[in-house]
């Protein structure tokens, strides 16, 4: 097929096919590809504002005592930051963007299962946000208590902490209607021939994170009703005054907030699963493997929440079982990584900005992973427990990992449905300007923590002075590096080199159809006569 | 692990360190070596086309998921046997009761001694039962190695050994609001005969006022030597001028007997222009023992 008559001018693309024009093209579309660049578009705009506040945050941790604001406004910050990162960016951003952009297209589909549905739930999101947005700037103002909400605390702060959790339970109801809509896709709209065992590994760990989506969100639901309910009729849940208990909050936060970390990995492990094999243009080294340990780490993960609270003061037996519980899921991942790794072997690779970000994400990821056992192993967790220990290793994991995964596949993915690509030398640039930033920020954390810096923490000790320091310039050289990926990758998607349908090489199914893809992606329901990754029938040299 | 053998609770701890630390970095050199070794042997311009199609060798799966399994069972035991240490409280160790509150620490002995300090005497082991009184703190000692939450309506405990004499580091480790971060003080461990001599000693001069300011943590925020924390120093404030804000309109007052004693019972009335509202209220002082505060307070000058 010749791409050239594909571009985002011509009318079968899905940019131009619509009878309306404007934004409600755009905000009432049901069309997958549509929705998924409304919430691309809508997380990356939280993620920038979030990046923003971190920022903020560490020029004030810059030098001890007051650099830049007062001990209210960096905690609120700190909260804002937390809350928006996960809840706003990271948790919808991998389904939402990229798994509504790719998942359809991947399995041979024209659309998920309930179009409706995929649009209600953006719709949800955007609600949720403004809700969010809304408790920073009216009532007590922007909450105060860490995004982890923790009781008696949140429950006698003064800011607006009631609206923005509100807004957070609206997030979640999104996150479960996204979830309930790729599980039944995946199930029922395969192509012909798109068997489990051809099932690209993307969608494998989509569908492994579409289970943690539909059953840990309620519980997430019903924990943040309770603190309103706490706070407004001061029902006594969680405060020992009224004969509650605080621990009981921490286990059923955890419960949800845990497997929301496998929301946020489990895709980002599926784009490298894409991104290493069509790269090094060799079958992805045990699929078989890579999808179980998906399904693993999301069974696994879901019995771990505990390995917060080691130092709460549950039973000594309970941190036994959630110490040992969290070792095992270590395993799964081992065994990814080293399926990666064994999947360059003797392969021909070429190291272009899709691929650096996801060899940087298996170093990354790595570190992350490690220093996860110093944390799950129960003496030495002790120590590092609320330090800026776990702050390092939450963002070697979070971004590190999803994020560079996910900066990897705006890399990979974007082109297809923009039709253009970005410049390759300033994208590699961006990449090593913000690996390095990224390690000299996040190491440095980590090392703060093993001297005993806590997190959270407004001000600190002089002995701290000099390592936070490094840490705040690292930050100012991942900014940069950030800064110039993203005006690199737009102005590509506006006004760059076209792409054909198949620039990188790769066997999946999204790459036989035009860039961008017609508004039903193929002209006739496609049969699947290979696996995801046999780049000999690609039709590729 | 014999809790006989344990010397202290950083012995039993920083081996288990060693042990993840030491096999982590191992593994993670060895990731990324063979990483970096295939992607510069691999690369296009020196292999144009794969020269291997293999899709997987259940040997190495096999391989690579028994050989980490065993292990993290290592890490695991091996964690879990430094943690018992943390839990197992030596025979004969001292007690102290902390109590934490926002944004203050108090220490108080069997003898009934109470200091905001934690002082201990060097090479005996010392058990300290946590309190919270309002919301969650947490009791870190980064040279012990020790950290377990203080959580309300329920006690917690922690121990350890202050091997040499000096001053250590204490933080309050769970977020707990505006003055989390300045919510620090230090373990003083000293020479076992110079501890048992300030154990005993009966500060016969102190102000009882000043003991029930430590006691209800309020130098925490007020400093009694002019020094700045999160509320107004207490020396000097008697008589001098200060600015809030009442009825949205900004007023003056001079600080006096009335304005002392209403600004401890109903702290948020008159809050001192450039100072954050958010002292809590003390519903369980009694008149008198207010009357004895405002008395000390003015008697810093």
């Given at each position: 097929?010749?791409?050239?008559?594909?571009?985002?001018?011509?009318?079968?693309?899905?940019?131009?096919d619509t009878?309306?024009?404007?934004?409600?093209a755009w905000?009432?579309?049901?069309?997958?590809?549509?929705?998924?660049?409304?919430?691309?578009?809508?997380?990356?705009?939280?993620?920038?504002?979030?990046?923003?506040l971190?920022?903020?945050?560490?020029?004030e941790?810059?030098a001890?005592?007051?650099?830049?604001?007062?001990?209210e406004?960096?905690?609120?910050?700190?909260?804002?930051?937390g809350?928006?990162?996960?809840?706003?960016?990271i948790?919808?951003?991998?389904?939402?963007?990229?798994?509504?952009?790719?998942?359809?297209?991947?399995?041979?589909a024209?659309?998920?299962?309930?179009p409706?549905?995929?649009?209600?739930?953006w719709?949800l999101?955007?609600?949720?946000?403004?809700v969010?947005?809304t408790?920073l700037?009216t009532g007590?103002?922007?909450p105060?208590?860490?995004?982890t909400f923790?009781?008696?605390f949140?429950?006698?702060?003064?800011?607006?902490?009631?609206?923005?959790?509100?807004?957070?339970?609206?997030?979640g109801?999104?996150?479960?209607?996204?979830?309930?809509?790729?599980?039944?896709t995946i199930?029922?709209?395969?192509?012909?021939?798109?068997?489990?065992?051809?099932?690209?590994l993307?969608v494998?760990?989509?569908?492994?994170?579409a289970?943690?989506?539909?059953?840990?969100?309620?519980?997430?639901?019903?924990?943040?009703?309770?603190?309103?309910?706490e706070?407004?009729?001061?029902?006594?849940?969680?405060?020992?005054?009224?004969?509650?208990?605080?621990?009981?909050?921490?286990h059923?936060?955890w419960?949800?907030?845990?497997?929301?970390?496998?929301?946020?990995?489990?895709?980002?492990?599926?784009v490298?699963?894409?991104?290493?094999?069509?790269?090094?243009?060799?079958p992805?080294?045990?699929?078989?493997?890579?999808?179980?340990?998906s399904?693993?780490?999301?069974?696994?993960?879901?019995?771990?929440?505990?390995?917060?609270?080691?130092?709460?003061?549950?039973?000594?037996?309970?941190?036994?079982?959630?110490?040992?519980?969290?070792?095992?899921?270590?395993?799964?991942?081992?065994?990814?990584?080293?399926?990666?790794?064994?999947?360059?072997?003797?392969?021909?690779?070429?190291l272009?900005?899709?691929?650096?970000?996801?060899?940087?994400f298996?170093?990354l990821f790595?570190?992350?992973?490690l220093?996860?056992?110093i944390?799950?192993?129960?003496?030495?967790d002790?120590?590092v427990?609320?330090?800026?220990?776990?702050?390092g290793?939450f963002?070697?994991?979070?971004?590190?990992?999803?994020?560079?995964?996910?900066?990897?596949?705006?890399?990979?993915?974007?082109?297809k449905?923009?039709?253009?690509?970005?410049?390759e030398?300033p994208?590699v640039?961006?990449?090593?300007l913000?690996?390095?930033g990224?390690?000299?920020?996040?190491?440095t954390m980590?090392?703060?923590?093993?001297k005993g810096?806590p997190?959270?923490?407004?001000?600190?000790?002089?002995e701290?002075?000099?390592?936070?320091?490094?840490?705040?310039?690292?930050?100012?050289?991942l900014?940069?590096?950030?800064?110039?990926?993203?005006?690199?990758?737009?102005r590509?998607l506006?006004?760059?080199?076209p792409?054909?349908?198949?620039?990188?090489?790769?066997?999946?199914?999204?790459?036989?159809?035009?860039s961008p893809?017609?508004?039903?992606?193929?002209?006739?329901?496609?049969?699947?006569?290979h696996?995801?990754?046999?780049?000999?029938k690609?039709?590729?040299p | 692990?014999d809790?006989?053998?344990?010397t202290?609770t950083q012995?039993?701890?920083?081996?288990?360190?060693?042990?993840?630390?030491?096999?982590?970095?191992?593994?993670?050199?060895?990731?990324?070596?063979?990483?970096v070794?295939?992607?510069?042997?691999?690369?296009?311009?020196?292999?144009?086309?794969?020269?291997?199609?293999?899709?997987?060798?259940?040997?190495?799966?096999?391989a690579?998921?028994l050989?980490?399994?065993?292990?993290?069972?290592?890490?695991?035991?091996?964690?879990?046997?430094?943690?018992?240490a943390l839990r197992?409280?030596?025979?004969g160790a001292?007690?102290?009761?902390?109590?934490?509150?926002?944004w203050?620490?108090?220490?108080?002995y069997?003898?009934?001694?109470?200091?905001?300090?934690?002082?201990v005497?060097?090479?005996?082991?010392?058990?300290?039962?946590l309190?919270?009184?309002?919301?969650?703190?947490?009791?870190?000692?980064?040279?012990?190695?020790?950290?377990r939450?203080l959580?309300?309506?329920?006690?917690?405990?922690?121990?350890f050994?202050?091997?040499?004499p000096g001053?250590y580091?204490l933080?309050?480790s769970?977020y707990?609001?505006t003055?989390?971060?300045?919510m620090?003080?230090?373990?003083?461990?000293l020479?076992?005969?110079?501890f048992?001599?300030?154990l005993?000693?009966?500060?016969?001069?102190?102000?009882?006022?000043?003991?029930?300011?430590?006691?209800?943590?309020?130098?925490?925020?007020h400093?009694?030597?002019?020094?700045?924390?999160i509320?107004?120093?207490?020396?000097?404030?008697?008589?001098s001028?200060?600015?809030?804000m009442?009825?949205?309109k900004?007023?003056t007052?001079t600080?006096?007997?009335?304005?002392?004693?209403?600004s401890?019972?109903?702290?948020?009335?008159?809050?001192?222009?450039g100072?954050?509202?958010?002292?809590?209220t003390?519903?369980?002082?009694?008149?008198?023992e207010?009357?004895?505060?405002?008395?000390?307070?003015e008697?810093?000058?």
């Amino acid at each position: 097929m010749n791409s050239s008559e594909y571009s985002p001018a011509t009318p079968s693309s899905f940019w131009n096919d619509t009878g309306s024009s404007g934004i409600t093209a755009w905000i009432f579309s049901t069309d997958h590809k549509r929705i998924g660049l409304l919430y691309f578009w809508s997380v990356l705009s939280f993620f920038l504002v979030a990046v923003v506040l971190g920022l903020l945050l560490r020029i004030e941790l810059m030098a001890p005592g007051r650099t830049i604001m007062g001990p209210e406004t960096y905690n609120a910050l700190f909260t804002v930051h937390g809350a928006i990162m996960v809840f706003l960016f990271i948790i919808p951003g991998f389904p939402g963007a990229f798994g509504n952009l790719v998942m359809p297209i991947q399995i041979g589909a024209r659309d998920v299962s309930f179009p409706r549905l995929n649009l209600f739930s953006w719709w949800l999101y955007m609600i949720g946000a403004a809700v969010i947005i809304t408790a920073l700037f009216t009532g007590g103002g922007a909450p105060d208590t860490g995004w982890t909400f923790y009781v008696p605390f949140s429950a006698r702060s003064g800011t607006n902490v009631s609206l923005a959790v509100f807004g957070v339970f609206i997030v979640g109801f999104s996150s479960i209607v996204t979830g309930v809509n790729f599980v039944t896709t995946i199930h029922r709209l395969r192509a012909p021939g798109m068997s489990w065992d051809r099932l690209p590994l993307f969608v494998w760990s989509l569908y492994a994170t579409a289970w943690v989506q539909i059953l840990a969100t309620p519980i997430l639901g019903i924990t943040l009703l309770l603190i309103i309910a706490e706070r407004v009729l001061g029902v006594g849940l969680f405060d020992p005054v009224k004969g509650g208990d605080p621990v009981m909050y921490q286990h059923l936060f955890w419960i949800y907030s845990h497997p929301a970390v496998y929301i946020m990995i489990l895709p980002a492990m599926g784009v490298i699963s894409e991104i290493i094999p069509v790269f090094s243009r060799k079958p992805v080294f045990g699929y078989k493997m890579i999808a179980f340990s998906s399904i693993a780490i999301a069974a696994a993960g879901s019995l771990v929440w505990g390995h917060h609270m080691f130092t709460s003061g549950i039973s000594d037996r309970a941190i036994l079982i959630f110490s040992f519980l969290t070792f095992v899921v270590a395993i799964p991942s081992a065994i990814k990584v080293f399926n990666w790794v064994s999947t360059l072997y003797r392969g021909s690779i070429s190291l272009e900005a899709p691929m650096l970000y996801a060899l940087s994400f298996i170093i990354l990821f790595s570190i992350g992973g490690l220093t996860g056992l110093i944390l799950g192993a129960a003496a030495t967790d002790i120590h590092v427990h609320d330090t800026h220990f776990v702050v390092g290793h939450f963002h070697y994991v979070i971004f590190g990992g999803s994020g560079f995964a996910l900066f990897g596949a705006m890399h990979y993915w974007l082109p297809k449905f923009y039709g253009r690509r970005y410049a390759e030398k300033p994208a590699v640039v961006a990449w090593g300007l913000m690996f390095v930033g990224f390690n000299i920020t996040y190491f440095t954390m980590m090392v703060l923590g093993m001297k005993g810096m806590p997190r959270r923490y407004y001000d600190y000790l002089p002995e701290f002075a000099p390592l936070n320091l490094v840490a705040t310039v690292g930050s100012w050289i991942l900014a940069v590096g950030l800064v110039l990926m993203l005006v690199n990758l737009i102005r590509g998607l506006r006004g760059g080199e076209p792409v054909g349908d198949n620039p990188w090489g790769g066997a999946t199914l999204e790459w036989t159809v035009p860039s961008p893809p017609p508004t039903e992606n193929f002209p006739e329901e496609p049969v699947v006569t290979h696996g995801p990754y046999d780049f000999s029938k690609s039709g590729m040299p | 692990m014999d809790p006989n053998l344990i010397t202290s609770t950083q012995a039993a701890v920083d081996p288990v360190f060693m042990f993840i630390f030491g096999a982590c970095l191992l593994l993670l050199v060895g990731i990324t070596a063979v990483m970096v070794w295939f992607v510069i042997r691999y690369h296009r311009s020196r292999a144009p086309a794969p020269t291997s199609c293999c899709e997987g060798n259940v040997w190495l799966e096999i391989a690579w998921t028994l050989l980490p399994t065993l292990l993290v069972l290592a890490m695991f035991y091996y964690g879990w046997a430094g943690y018992l240490a943390l839990r197992n409280v030596p025979k004969g160790a001292m007690e102290v009761t902390a109590t934490a509150r926002m944004w203050s620490w108090n220490f108080t002995y069997t003898n009934g001694k109470s200091s905001s300090k934690l002082y201990v005497p060097a090479g005996k082991p010392v058990k300290v039962n946590l309190v919270a009184t309002d919301v969650l703190h947490g009791f870190y000692l980064p040279a012990f190695r020790v950290k377990r939450d203080l959580v309300p309506g329920m006690t917690n405990y922690a121990w350890f050994i202050a091997t040499k004499p000096g001053s250590y580091d204490l933080f309050c480790s769970q977020y707990c609001g505006t003055g989390h971060s300045a919510m620090i003080t230090t373990v003083e461990a000293l020479p076992p005969a110079e501890f048992l001599a300030w154990l005993n000693h009966r500060e016969g001069g102190e102000h009882r006022g000043k003991e029930l300011l430590e006691k209800h943590g309020c130098l925490g925020c007020h400093s009694l030597d002019g020094s700045a924390k999160i509320g107004p120093t207490f020396k000097g404030i008697y008589r001098s001028s200060v600015r809030f804000m009442a009825a949205g309109k900004p007023m003056t007052a001079t600080v006096d007997d009335a304005y002392l004693t209403e600004s401890i019972v109903k702290p948020s009335a008159k809050i001192v222009e450039g100072f954050p509202a958010i002292m809590p209220t003390y519903p369980d002082l009694t008149v008198e023992e207010v009357k004895v505060m405002v008395e000390f307070i003015e008697g810093l000058k």
